[in-house]
């Protein structure tokens, strides 16, 4: 029983409380906390039941059996509990799930409760995908998803964005595309999914299949709506999806983000190729927004990886929407960091100040030595970070409307 001064507080403090323990290695502190008084006790429940996960790694086959029954047992004996399962997550060698009858009982479940699940995520590594499509289709919880997150599949067949008319947020990591590369549940009623956010990582070939337009092949997504799109600057072939997919958000995309980092063979992302090829925003009418994560290798010879994000923002017409441009740089080298300090910030900071057009602008900057661990400290680091905000501030200095904030390993730790 609760005692004061929790028990003088309202309901709402109280799931204010059990809401920020939410952390997905926290469960077991959630279920402590629902034991101790049954005020905390529906909130728990919500939390704790938000997300159902299905993990069969270092599992027998039998042993997942057992898994998914487990939940199966949990979910029958209190059914009121599936009402609350937002997110699913599989991570499967085998995604054959929908054979399963407890996990089929589970999804019925859902499908009778008041609200249904609107996240999906499925990473398997499977190359037979067989039903998986038909198995969505046939439980409902295809017209509910409105996020897909899906990663390393081998041979995605389509159809499983087709089945989902609601999607919203597409998320494709490490995919190859189905042998096939065409849908086989396109109907004539078809009408493909208005994608509002795009995040794709080494999946080109789903990309270049995803912004063909025309009526042959049909249209898998609908980008008249994309307001969101990220990937990784660091991946050629990923960027080279990028100004198709501008070319069909021109009028609708307000928040661009190359920041997925690589994890590619690229010699710890000391390479960091030319951007201004493969990226122009000049017909981006909406941007509001653009991030970018870019290595900086202090040993080479050329120094040019921010005269080359210069030339990207130099794309940006006036006047512009533009509101916050913010800058990650892994530094690679030692003391004292010429080859950084050699680039060209001020030039940087002469095209955030002519994309601003006198407006408020939020210009961030995040610094890294990426050849030490996040808590390490060496002499010199300081001064390296101290120079680098120094040279910003000082080419901003006359520009008032323009708010930079500096963030280094230093600081890291108090924001």
């Not at 046939?138 to 609601?166: A, E, R, Y």
């Not at 030692?334 to 601003?356: A, H, I, M, N």
Request: hydrophobic share 40%.
């Amino acid at each position: 029983m609760l005692t004061p001064p929790l028990s003088l507080l309202a309901q709402e403090i109280l799931d204010h409380i059990v809401d920020h323990l939410v952390l997905p290695e926290w469960d077991e502190d959630l279920v402590h906390l629902s034991l101790t008084d049954r005020a905390f006790t529906p909130r728990c429940q919500m939390q704790i039941f938000r997300k159902i996960s299905l993990d069969d790694d270092d599992c027998t086959e039998n042993e997942m059996k057992k898994k998914i029954k487990k939940k199966w047992d949990i979910l029958q004996a209190r059914p009121s509990l599936a009402k609350y399962i937002r997110i699913i997550i599989l991570r499967l060698a085998d995604p054959q799930l929908f054979d399963n009858l407890s996990f089929v009982k589970i999804l019925n479940l859902m499908k009778q409760s008041c609200a249904s699940p609107h996240t999906l995520e499925v990473e398997t590594e499977d190359d037979r995908p067989k039903r998986f499509a038909a198995g969505l289709l046939q439980s409902s919880l295809s017209q509910t998803l409105t996020t897909l997150h899906l990663t390393g599949w081998k041979g995605l067949p389509l159809d499983i964005i087709v089945v989902c008319p609601n999607l919203k947020y597409l998320d494709v990591r490490d995919i190859i595309l189905g042998d096939k590369r065409k849908a086989h549940m396109l109907t004539k009623d078809f009408r493909p999914p208005k994608i509002e956010r795009f995040d794709y990582y080494n999946s080109c070939h789903l990309v270049r299949r995803l912004v063909k337009i025309g009526p042959s092949p049909a249209p898998i997504v609908d980008w008249s709506e994309c307001k969101i799109l990220e990937t990784s600057p660091h991946e050629r072939s990923d960027m080279s999806c990028v100004q198709p997919i501008l070319k069909l958000t021109s009028h609708t995309l307000e928040e661009l983000y190359l920041t997925i980092p690589s994890v590619s063979d690229i010699p710890d992302e000391k390479r960091q190729f030319p951007l201004k090829t493969l990226v122009d925003l000049e017909l981006m009418s909406n941007l509001r927004i653009f991030h970018i994560y870019a290595g900086i290798n202090c040993r080479g010879k050329q120094h040019t990886v921010l005269d080359d994000i210069s030339k990207v923002l130099s794309s940006i017409p006036s006047p512009n929407r533009f509101q916050c441009f913010s800058l990650r740089v892994s530094i690679y080298g030692r003391k004292p960091f010429k080859g950084c300090l050699d680039e060209d910030w001020e030039g940087l900071c002469t095209q955030v100040v002519r994309v601003s057009g006198g407006r408020s602008l939020s210009f961030r900057v995040v610094a890294f030595i990426n050849d030490h661990k996040l808590d390490d400290r060496f002499p010199g680091d300081d001064i390296l970070y101290a120079s680098l905000e120094e040279k910003v501030e000082q080419s901003l200095s006359p520009y008032r409307n323009i708010k930079f904030h500096f963030v280094s390993a230093l600081t890291w730790d108090m924001q």
